[in-house]
Structures are given as structure tokens and as C-alpha cells.
């Protein structure tokens, strides 16, 4: 019997973790680590299976080529060979642009993800990059690099110390939270309360956390846009503003936001007017406050706009870059990709729509169009990188099918799934316990200052490859080095840039050093590591490797400090308030205001016991609540006269699902999980209980215009009774 400590990778919690492990190396008991500084012991049951999703018996452990409809084990020799002769053709014959990559959520998490993201998109050299965060966050990051100049700043709540929290379109209850790393959220809500705070909560459902808040306010799902303009509008109106930054655009917000009194909010969005007054009072009477917002209010039509108000109000109210109310991490080991470089948008464009670049990346919603339409510049090829765009982009389905018409593609992912049954190729990535493992970008967004590094648990085993290995075998098949480079040199070259500028920034700590004597003072068991041995130096704490190791169950790096002067990037050097992009797209939303708003919307909903969609073959974590209904309320069911099961259409698909009458959901609302669906042939256990892809029901064809961001909220459907018993 042994211990290990481990960060959870499943959710942006990163809980820290003891795992305990037989000699035979198998985990036996998973409990929180309570010396976690930050997670303090807490975890969830998705954490506490850690082992059985690890040990998964469908997990692949050997590469697979498709020869026909059959998979065929093959050694790493044989797979790369075959991915360089795929890649070559599309690259040789058809350019560029002819490969596209998508890199999914998990590699938001992973160390390899981290480290060879940029590097493969560089040597692509293709304007078809795309990852999850146009079906996710993009539309936050597109508010801050328009504000501040750099779009990584994302500014979090302080939870811990903050008077008054308003929650929009986020369940952190369920969740454990998104960009904002808060383990135990529920638990740090419920000590708000205890101190005498307060929590509202704006979602279209009763969900567990508005069960947990103050005040639950109900909003018509795609609304909250105006919602916020209202809150606005009464900070300005009631004189309630306490502006504490130099900030430009002052009076044009003040402006915009005259349009819309609280009268015209209650019709739009189903709030109160009064309730909308109250709302802005409230914030602005509170010792602290801060505005939290998240996915119920970024995969909307009016994403950027909403989430621009966030911060608005943040600003409006005092509390941006405050303790109490909104601030930014100073993390151990990514400061250096705080470039200084003002954020640029719309250098390129897709081929097919004509869709803007956001952050050197096109939308997801238009991968399908580029794959599907003839001509010069057509995605021919794709690697898909730890996602699974077939179920989680909207239209899916029909990614799915263009998916099967590409001339190769290749997959990084330790399944057979709804997506990889279109490669030609699947590398598996080894089991978690066999990778080492460091949130570079999770630990940037936490709500205190934290560090920690998990080595390592199990060996891995003689011929394997690490996920880092692969992606550099990726690497360098796209530049032309072939599959049988050792990823050596390309990991130096790597090293050796960051390397480069760690020692000439003047601002570094390892200014003026020599790097060849820093490069040989650093450590690491891969390159990976080395990496990170780098980052920590360069970092603001005076961390190495061998410190993290040596407190395994993380570091403490104290409570989040005010510093936006240090990381605003503007050409005013000031944080705008009012950027010409975002006061542009207020047309948009004007002229949507006059629409009637349809008789129906749906929305998203996660599980507790659920991640995306990969989770579902932990026969653990399958059953209760965790089921893919549609949650319909009971007067709607009545109304429409709906059975066990009801047919839901819109403009992109068609789906039949079963019922859940629900009085927790606002009526005119219904609500469908995400993730699941016919699963691919490789996941036993979740073809037990498949469910329906909810993204058969969103449709490509509507973004978010300034950020590309696809709409999973506030789709417009029909719902009818299906044939059957009532
Ligand atoms: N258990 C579990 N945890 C997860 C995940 C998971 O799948 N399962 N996924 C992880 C990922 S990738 C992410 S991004 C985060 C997301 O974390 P959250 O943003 O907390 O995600 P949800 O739980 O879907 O909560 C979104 C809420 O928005 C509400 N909503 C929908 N439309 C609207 C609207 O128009 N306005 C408002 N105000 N509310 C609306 C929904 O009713 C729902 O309660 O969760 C992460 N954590
Ligand atoms: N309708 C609707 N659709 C949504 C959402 C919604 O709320 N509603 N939410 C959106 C959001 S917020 C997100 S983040 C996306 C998620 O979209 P994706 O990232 O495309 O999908 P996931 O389900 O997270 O798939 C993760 C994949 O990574 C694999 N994987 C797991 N661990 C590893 C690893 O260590 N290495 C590698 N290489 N692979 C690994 C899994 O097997 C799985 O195939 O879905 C989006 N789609
Ligand atoms: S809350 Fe997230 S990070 Fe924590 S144990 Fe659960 S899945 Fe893992
Ligand atoms: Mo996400």
C-alpha cells in the first residue's frame, strides 16, 4: 500500500487529492487532501472515481488505425508513419490551411496541452485553428482584450472576503465553478452567507445554488444583456456610481445604458422593474460586491456584450481590481505569457463565412462549413487534440458527418468516441497516474494565490508514449521532420526561446543571466516539467520544481492583490470601458429587442456526477438525477399535453426525449443536458444509457458575433407531444 497526492484533472476545482494504492498499483480509496491549502480536503464524487475512470478497462492503451470499419492495434512506429503519410498528403497536395487542429477542454488542464499548443498551431502554419473556447469562454476573453489589452485577464470573484455576490448563468454548486478556480464553491458560498453577505442568483432555473442564495431572480434565458444595461442604467441614473480607476469611455456607457430603463428590462427579459432597480442599489450599498458570471451568459447570442457589462458593473461599483470584489491572480508559473502585446482581433478571416479570428483561432461553428465546401483552402485533414466536437459543438451531428468525408484525420484521446470513430488514427495519451501533472492555466484564474504539482504515480511502461511525446511527434510530422525525429531537439528549441526571453525581460527575475547556466540548473523528469522548472523561476515567488515536490499537497501563495496597472495593455494605458467593438454590436442588440421572442428556448444543464462528455462509462457515476431528460415545467407539460416523451425541433435538428416535468424551470424554458448521445463504439458502458445529443439542437448558423462563440443558450424550439402513453 502506498500514498499519492494528485490534483483532480477533471474540473477547473483542481482539488487536490490522496489516492491510495495497492502494490499491484491499483487505487483502492480516493479522499480529499486536507493539507490542499486551497481545497482543503473537499471533493466531489467525480474526484472520489478518480481511479475507476483512471483504470477504465475501455481506456486505449495502443494506437488504433482504421483499416475499412475495422480498428486495428498498431505499434507508435506504425501510428506516426501513418498520421505523417495522412497530414503530408492534405499539407503537400492541398496547402496550409488544407489541416485544421481542434484542441479540446481537457487540454486547458493537461501539461502537454500547455506546452505544445502554441508550437503545433505555429507549425501548421494553418488559419483553421479551433478549440473549445469559441463553444465556451471566448466571448470573456474578447471582453477583456478589448478593455484591458489583454485578454487573459480575467478578472475572478474574491470569494472568501467579498459582501454581495451576483451570480448570472452560472451553477457553481453543480459546476464547482469556471474561471474562477474555487474548490469547495459551494462551501465558500455557504460561509458568505454565514458572514453576513449576500448571494443572488439570476438563472432561468431554481437551480442548487439559487437554492443556496438569498434571492433567486428568474430571467428569460439570452436576456441578461439587458438585465445588466439596466443595472447600469440605474447606478447612473440614482447617481450610484464609484468609479475608482482611471477608465475611459465613462460617458458613452452612460449613454448606451440611458436606453434602457427598467420598464423596457421587465419586458425583455421577465425582471421585475423593480427588481431591477433593487439589483443595482443593492450592489452598489454593499461594502464589497462583485458581479459572477458564466456559461448560462457567454454561449448566448449577445456573449460579449454580457460579459463586457460584467465587468462594467464591476467597475461602475468600485470593486474591479479591489479586495472584496473582482481581482487578478498572480500565478506561480504563467506570468511570462503576460506579454505586454495589446490585444488584436480580426487578423484573418474564415474562407467559407467570412468569420473573424478571435485570439488566433476561428469559431466551431463554422469547422463543418470549411470542411463541407468545395473550393481552394477546404479543411481536408484534422487533429483533434482531447475533444469531442461531434457531441459538444452545436450542429453536431452534422460535424459528425463532415467528420467522415475528411481525406484523414488523427486524434490525440484515450477513447473510442463519437468523435475518434471518424479518425484514421487514435494515439492514447497514457492513463492519468501515469502523467505528470501542473495547471498552468487553471492556477491563473484561482481565487488565492496557490501552487501544485503532482509527479508522476505510476511508471510508464517500457515502449509507451507521454502525451507530451506525442504532441511533439505532432509538431514536428507538420514541420516536415517526419515520425521518426526524437522530439528532443524540438522540446530544447521550445525551452530555449521562453529560455531567452526569462533571461533579457528586465523585469525577470533571471535578468541578465546567462541561459546556458540557467538551462543546466534546471530539472524535470520530461520536458514538460523542465518547462515548468523554468516558469516558476521566472515566476514571482522564488519557486523551483524541487520545492513544489517538496509539498506535495501545494503551496499557499496568499490572498489575491490588487494589480491591473501591471497587466494593462492598452494603447491608452488606461482600462476602457466603452471600445468601439463593443459599443458597435448595441445595434445588434437593438435591433433584436423588437423581435418577438419565441414560445419556447432551450437551455443547457450539467450534472454533478457528469464532466462534458467523457465520464459516462463509470458505471460509479451513471444513474440518479445524472440522466439526459428534458426538464420541462409542470404547467408546460400540462399545457402541451406531453407524455413520457415529447419531440423537440429547431431550426437545426429534430430530437425525441424523454420528459421530465421540473417546477424548478422557468415556464417557456426547457432544459437538456449537453455531452451525451449514441455513443461512439468503444465506450461499453455508456452505450447502456445513451441519451441524445443536445447539440442535434443548436444551430451553427447563429454565434455570437464579436467573439464567434456558438449559442447553447436561449435556442429557439417547438415542442410537441411524442406518440405514446400520456
Ligand atoms: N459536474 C460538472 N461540472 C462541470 C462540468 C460538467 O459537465 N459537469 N463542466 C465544466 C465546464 S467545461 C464548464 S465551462 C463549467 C461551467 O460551469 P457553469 O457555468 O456553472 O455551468 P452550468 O452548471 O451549466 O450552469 C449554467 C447555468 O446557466 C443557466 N442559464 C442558461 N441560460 C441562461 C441565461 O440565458 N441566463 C442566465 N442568467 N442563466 C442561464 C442554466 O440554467 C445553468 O444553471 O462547468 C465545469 N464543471
Ligand atoms: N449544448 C451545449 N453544448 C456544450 C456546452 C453546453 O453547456 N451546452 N458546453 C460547452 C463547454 S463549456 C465545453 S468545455 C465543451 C467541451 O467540449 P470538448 O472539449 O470537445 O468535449 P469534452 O466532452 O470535454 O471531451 C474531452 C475529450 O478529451 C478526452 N480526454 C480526457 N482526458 C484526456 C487527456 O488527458 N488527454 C487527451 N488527449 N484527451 C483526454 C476525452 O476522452 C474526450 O474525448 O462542450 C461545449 N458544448
Ligand atoms: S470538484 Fe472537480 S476537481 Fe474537485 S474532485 Fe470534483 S471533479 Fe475533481
Ligand atoms: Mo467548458
Known sequence: ????????????????????????????????????????????????????LDEDPDRLRTPMVRRGEDWVEVGWPEALAEVDRGLRAALDDHGRDSVAVYFGNPTYHTMAGFMYRQPLS??????????????????????????????????????????????????????????????????RLKALRRRGGKLTVVDPRRTR??????????????????????LVHTLFA????????????????????????????????????????????????????AVYARIGTCAVEFGTLTQWLVDVLNVLTGNFDRPGGVLFTRTAAAEIFRTGVAYEQGRWRSRVRGLPERMGELPVATLADEIETPGEGRVRALITIAGNPALSAPNGPRLGEALRRLDFMVCVDPYL????RHADVILPPPRILETPHFDFLEQSIAVRNYTRYSPVVLPLGEGRLSEAEILAHLVLIVSGHGPDTPPAALDEQIIGSLLTAATQLPSSPLAGQDPAAVRADLEGDSAPEVLL??????????????????????????????????????????????????????????????????????????????????????????G?????????????????????????????????????????????????PHGWGPPGPGRRVAAGQAGVNANALTDDAVIDELSGNAVFNGVPVTITAAPGPR
Open 1 to 52: 500500500m502506498r500514498t499519492a497526492h494528485r490534483t483532480c484533472p477533471i474540473c477547473d476545482a483542481i482539488c487536490g487529492l490522496r489516492l491510495t494504492l495497492d502494490d499491484d498499483g491499483k487505487v483502492t480509496s480516493v479522499v480529499g487532501d486536507r493539507d490542499d491549502p486551497l481545497s482543503k480536503g473537499y471533493l466531489c464524487p467525480k474526484g472520489a472515481n478518480l481511479g475507476r
Open 122 to 187: 505555429q507549425a501548421l502554419g494553418s488559419r483553421n485553428i479551433y478549440s473549445v473556447a469559441t463553444i465556451d469562454q471566448m466571448p470573456k476573453h474578447v471582453a477583456c482584450g478589448l478593455m484591458s489589452g489583454d485578454p487573459f485577464a480575467v478578472a475572478v470573484p474574491d470569494l472568501d472576503r467579498t459582501d454581495h455576490l451576483l451570480i448570472l448563468g452560472a451553477n457553481p454548486v453543480v459546476s464547482n465553478g469556471s474561471l474562477c478556480v474555487a474548490p469547495n464553491f459551494p462551501g
Open 209 to 230: 445554488t439559487a437554492e443556496l442564495a438569498d434571492e433567486h431572480v428568474f430571467v428569460r434565458p439570452g436576456t441578461d444583456v439587458v438585465l445588466l444595461f439596466g
Open 238 to 289: 440614482e447617481d450610484l456610481t464609484s468609479v475608482e480607476l482611471e477608465v475611459g469611455g465613462l460617458a458613452e456607457v452612460r449613454a448606451l445604458a440611458a436606453e434602457f430603463p427598467p420598464s423596457l428590462v421587465e419586458r425583455v427579459t421577465g425582471v421585475p422593474a423593480a427588481t431591477v432597480s433593487r439589483l443595482a442599489r443593492e450592489l452598489a450599498a454593499a461594502r464589497t460586491a
Open 417 to 420: 468516441n463519437e468523435t475518434t
Open 533 to 622: 522548472d523554468l516558469l516558476l523561476r521566472f515566476g514571482p515567488y522564488d519557486l523551483t520544481l524541487a520545492g513544489l515536490r517538496e509539498n506535495p499537497s501545494g503551496i499557499d501563495l496568499g490572498p489575491l492583490r490588487p494589480r491591473l496597472p501591471e497587466l494593462l495593455c492598452t494603447s491608452t494605458g488606461r482600462l476602457e470601458l466603452a471600445p468601439a467593438e463593443l459599443v458597435a454590436d448595441v445595434e445588434r442588440l437593438r435591433s433584436r429587442l423588437v423581435v418577438t421572442p419565441p414560445e419556447f428556448v432551450l437551455i443547457g444543464r450539467r450534472n454533478l456526477r457528469s464532466n462534458n462528455s467523457w465520464l459516462h462509462n463509470v458505471g460509479r457515476l451513471r
Open 624 to 672: 440518479g438525477s445524472n440522466r439526459c431528460t428534458l426538464q420541462v415545467h409542470p404547467a408546460d407539460v400540462e399545457r402541451l399535453g406531453l407524455g413520457a416523451e415529447a419531440v423537440l425541433t429547431s431550426a437545426a435538428g429534430k430530437l425525441t426525449v424523454p420528459v421530465e416535468p421540473d417546477e424548478t424551470i422557468m415556464p417557456g424554458v426547457v432544459s437538456l
